[in-house]
Nanobody, 116 residues
């Protein structure tokens, strides 16, 4: 079955960096687009970034463009999100996501907290 396991979250200071990882299994990773989304306290889900299966096409929400970089290592079945110049408003639970046969699959999430 599809499994997505995020890691790398934690506490960072404003202006700092964190790198999130998402280990994928149960499907042919290099055939599918992947994305990151986040949910801040008391708010709804926000799409953050997406990457197509080959890794060369990436897309970002305006709120993170120029600060975050999505990438993937298809040999390791792993998705990444490099987050630089972090801001307190980036505080959220971050999820990786994929869509398989019309169904959304999500990881359990990893908490990112940015202090001012």
């Amino acid at each position: 079955q599809v499994q997505l396991v995020e890691s790398g979250g934690g506490l960072a200071q404003s202006g700092g960096s964190l790198r999130l990882s998402c280990a994928a299994s149960g499907f042919t990773f290099n055939n599918y687009a992947m994305s990151w989304a986040r949910q801040a306290p008391g708010k709804g889900l926000e799409w953050v970034a997406g990457i197509l299966s080959g890794g060369s096409d990436t897309y970002y929400a305006d709120s993170v463009k120029g600060r975050f970089t999505i990438s993937r290592d298809n040999a390791k079945n792993t998705l990444y999100l490099q987050m630089n110049s972090l801001k307190p408003e980036d505080t959220a639970v971050y999820f990786c996501k994929m869509i398989l046969r019309g169904h959304d699959f999500w990881g359990q999430g990893t908490q990112v907290t940015v202090s001012s």
